[in-house]
């Protein structure tokens, strides 16, 4: 049967068969399982009351920030979004009583995002949830197959020079 990445490649071997087309079966797969991902993902925040984004920051928080938090800048070196777009959603999430800003202890033109009691209180609670989502989008994957890929997918990554949040 295939996928629709097959039945795109095809039409081109149709059309410019002296075209090859063969990356497109690595890229137009990402690309498109992407955002397959993303509406499944926007979905399952959706049933807890978030925005995807929202569990990004806060996870982000939770696994990196420690008590003393992060800085707006490492928060947007993380979300890989626009400094406004940062300070939008700490706004936000701040208007939620999930994060608060503080001045930093040591340099005081800084300020950094902490989660509140509340923040993290709803990342620990939906971050068990939200494996048993992920573990059901690869369900159709086999352990080695799913481990395989992922290296496949850090190799790629790796190669396209992604290889820190900062």
């Known amino acids: 049967m295939g996928d629709a990445v097959d ?3 095809a039409a081109w071997g149709e059309v410019r068969p002296d075209v090859d087309v063969a990356p497109m079966a690595v890229v137009g797969r990402i690309t498109r399982l992407s955002r397959v991902l ?8 959706k049933g807890h009351g978030m925005e995807f984004w929202e569990f990004d920051v806060l996870a982000t928080l939770r696994r990196s920030g420690g008590p003393e938090g992060l800085t707006a800048g490492a928060l ?14 700490i706004d936000r999430l ?12 040591v340099d005081r033109r800084s300020v950094r995002v902490q989660l509140t009691d509340k923040g993290r209180a709803l990342v620990d609670e939906v971050l068990p949830l939200h494996m048993a989502n992920e573990r059901r989008l690869l369900g159709e994957l086999s352990a080695g197959d799913s481990a395989a890929l992922a290296n496949l997918l850090r190799a790629l990554a790796e190669s396209l020079g992604d290889t820190s949040l900062t």
């Open 7 to 9: 039945q795109i490649i």
């Open 38 to 45: 993303e509406r499944d993902l926007t979905e399952f925040f």
């Open 76 to 89: 947007n070196r993380a979300a890989m979004v626009t400094s406004g777009a940062i300070t939008n959603r």
């Open 94 to 105: 701040a208007a939620k009583d999930l994060v608060v800003r503080v001045p930093d202890a």
